[in-house]
C-alpha cells in the first residue's frame, strides 16, 4: 500500500480515464468518478504528508509506516474517505464547503452501491453532481500545484471547464434575480418600515458580530446584514496591552439580512453576490480566560469555599 503522492495521483488519472470511457448516463461513470475523487483528496493531503493518511493509534503503528518505519507484521491502515475529506476542507481553503458537500455524496453513493443491493448511481445522475465533481477535482488538483488539464487531460478539461462557466453563469443569474426582487420588496415599504428596519438590523448585526458573524452591506437593501463562515488554518496569537488577540482565517458560507429578508447559501452565491473572499475573524481574552487561569476574584470564592468546606469536615 503506498501513501505517497505521486502514485495517488497517478491511480486517480487512471480511474477518471475510465470513468470517461464510459457513456454518461451509466451509473459505471459515476462509480468510477466517485473512486478517482477519494483517490485525488488522498493524494492532496499526501502532498503535505502521507503521515495524514495513517489511522491514529496509540502505538503509532500504521504512522510508522507512513515514515517507512512499520513493522512487517503490521498491515498499513488508512483513515477513512469522510476522515480524508474533512482533512481537505480544513487544510485547503480552496476545498470549499460546497466542494466538501458534494464529494462526500459522490462518496456515500459509492459505499451504497459497493457494500448494498441498490443501484445508487442509477438514482443519481450526473446532472445533480457533475458541476460540483468538476468544482471539487479543480480545487483538489490547484491545492497541488495542478490543473484540470493535467487531471484530465486537454479535450476533458475543456469539458469541464465549460460546464464549470456555464454552472457559475447560473448561479450568478439566479442571485442577481433574488437581490432584486428583494430589493423591490425593501424599496416598496413605506419610508417610516424601511428605516425601523435599518435600525433593527444595525441592532442585531452588533449583537451578532459577538457571536462571530461579519458584519457587511447587504447587496439588496443597504442595510447592515451577516455573514457566517468556516474557520481554518491556524490561529494568529498576539498580545496587546493586557489582552490577548486571536485571528483565524474565515472562508464564508452563508448570509442573511434581516431587514429585507435576503438570503444566500453556499460560497458560490457569496461570490455571485460580491461577498465572497475571505475574512479575518477577531477574538480578544483576558489573559486567564486564554491560559485557563484563576483570577483573584475566583480565587477568593474558591478559597471561601474550600474554607467552608473543611470547618464542616472538622465538626464531623
Not at 448516463?25 to 485525488?40: I, K, Q, R, T
Not at 450526473?126 to 484540470?148: K, V
Request: proline letters at 4%.
Amino acid at each position: 500500500m503506498s501513501w505517497e503522492r505521486d502514485p495517488l495521483w497517478a491511480k486517480a488519472r487512471l480511474f477518471f480515464e475510465r470513468a470517461f470511457g464510459e457513456a454518461r448516463d451509466s451509473p459505471a461513470f459515476g462509480l468510477w468518478c466517485s473512486l478517482g475523487l477519494e483517490l485525488l483528496a488522498r493524494a492532496a493531503l499526501a502532498s503535505i504528508s502521507p503521515t495524514l493518511l495513517a489511522e491514529p493509534d496509540v502505538e503509532h503503528k500504521y504512522l510508522l509506516h507512513a515514515l517507512n518505519r512499520g513493522s512487517e507484521r503490521t498491515s498499513r491502515k488508512s483513515i477513512g474517505a469522510a476522515q480524508v475529506l474533512s482533512l481537505c476542507r480544513t487544510l485547503f481553503p480552496e476545498f470549499t464547503e460546497d466542494d466538501y458537500k458534494v464529494s462526500l455524496a459522490l462518496i456515500n453513493r459509492r459505499n451504497e452501491e459497493l457494500h448494498s443491493g441498490a443501484a445508487a448511481f442509477e438514482e443519481y445522475p450526473p446532472r445533480q453532481w457533475l458541476a460540483g465533481f468538476y468544482h471539487a477535482c479543480r480545487s483538489l488538483s490547484g491545492a497541488m500545484g495542478e490543473s484540470l488539464v493535467t487531471l484530465f487531460g486537454e479535450d476533458e478539461a475543456k469539458a469541464a471547464t465549460s460546464t464549470l462557466l456555464g454552472n457559475q453563469n447560473d448561479v450568478r443569474q439566479r442571485v442577481a434575480s433574488s437581490i432584486a426582487a428583494h430589493r423591490k420588496v425593501f424599496q416598496d415599504k413605506p419610508p417610516e418600515e424601511q428605516e425601523a428596519a435599518k435600525r433593527k438590523a444595525e441592532e442585531l448585526g452588533r449583537q451578532l458580530a459577538t457571536q462571530r458573524q461579519h458584519c457587511v452591506t447587504c447587496p439588496g437593501c443597504q442595510c447592515i446584514a451577516t455573514i457566517e463562515g468556516t474557520a481554518f488554518g491556524k490561529e494568529n496569537v498576539t498580545h496587546e496591552d493586557d489582552e490577548i488577540v486571536v485571528r483565524r482565517p474565515v472562508s464564508p458560507n452563508s448570509f442573511s439580512c434581516s431587514a429585507c429578508g435576503l438570503k444566500l447559501q453556499g460560497y458560490p452565491e457569496l461570490d455571485a453576490a460580491n461577498l465572497g473572499g475571505q475574512y479575518t475573524r477577531t477574538t480578544t481574552f483576558s489573559p486567564e480566560e486564554y491560559y485557563g487561569l484563576i483570577g483573584e476574584d475566583d480565587l477568593k470564592t474558591y478559597l471561601e469555599e474550600y474554607t467552608s468546606r473543611q470547618r464542616e469536615y472538622d465538626n464531623e
